[in-house]
């Protein structure tokens, strides 16, 4: 059995944001930025280290191991294996891989998810896919390492256990009409 100590919570915010053709992860939703609407539902969770893959010259983000994407123009699969990297380095067994721009995953999802994981897999599933947040164990971890092109881990996921996403978690901020999607979601939760 993990413990929460052996999970390194990999955080991916190296993203370019050319489709959303700025910064997406400073942009306002719902009177907070995106990625503090991410960092306060990670936030709770007991793990044993949080690292954060960031483009160059990004603000510190507080209680995260920062790594710096050298290449802003890299696909998503270099920033994964630089943080599962930085995990072994650290001694994980598992890594909780999250995306800095899906505002709407709730804690009690995040919590599922860790207690689903058996030490191999475990993903979250939402509009008919398995997707981020997912959860790998030590096994993974070359493979995670090794991957190449803009597609994450997806191919990782086949036959993983899967926890379906509140509807509307699984927005992912990459046009600004992901944005006002993600806020309209927001604004019915809230009534």
Known sequence: MIEAGDIALVLLAAGRAERFGGDKLGAM???????DHVLAALAPLEVGHRFAV?????ARIAGYE??????????QS???GLGVAAAQAAGARAVLVALADM????????????????SDRA???????TMPPAIF????FAALRALTGDRGAGTLLAGAETIALPVGAEIDIDRPEDLALAERYLARRAR
Do not use: K, N, Q, Y
């Open 123 to 129: 993903a979250s599933s939402g509009a008919g896919t």
């Open 103 to 118: 505002p709407l995953v709730p804690t009690s999802h995040l919590r599922a998810l860790i207690a689903a994981f058996a």
């Open 29 to 35: 939703l719902a009177g907070r930025t995106v990625l």
């Open 54 to 58: 960031v483009r160059p010259g990004r």
């Open 66 to 75: 920062m790594i710096e994407a050298a290449d802003p123009g890299a696909p």
């Open 137 to 140: 164990g030590a096994r993974h």
């Open 78 to 80: 270099r920033s994964l």
